[in-house]
């Protein structure tokens, strides 16, 4: 799960999720680039905050940390 919210004071249009898996995991389904997924979100207004259940699949044992990034046109990319 990534939570993904405007912390911003003004809404936030065409917000897109990169999210890049860690080596031992992949995307189901996904043949390129299997470690990379672009989640368009949409807008958010201030204080908005959405839930996105990204499934992921385990191909590899060990452990990893999934991070993901937040941007919208104009705006510095975060940490969703």
């Known amino acids: 799960v990534?939570?993904?919210?405007?912390?911003?004071n003004a809404p936030a249009r065409n917000v897109m999720v990169k999210d890049v898996l860690p080596r031992n995991f992949v995307f189901p389904g996904k043949k390129?680039?299997?470690?990379?997924?672009?989640?368009?979100?949409g807008t958010?207004?201030?204080g908005q905050q959405r839930r996105l259940l990204i499934p992921a699949k385990a191909?590899?044992?060990?452990?990893?940390?999934?991070?993901?990034?937040?941007?919208a046109p104009g705006?510095?990319?975060g940490p969703a």
């Open 2 to 8: 990534v939570f993904v919210k405007n912390i911003g």
């Open 32 to 41: 390129v680039k299997p470690r990379l997924r672009m989640i368009a979100v």
């Open 75 to 77: 705006s510095k990319a």
């Open 44 to 46: 958010l207004v201030p």
């Open 59 to 71: 191909v590899l044992l060990g452990c990893g940390i999934n991070r993901a990034w937040a941007s």
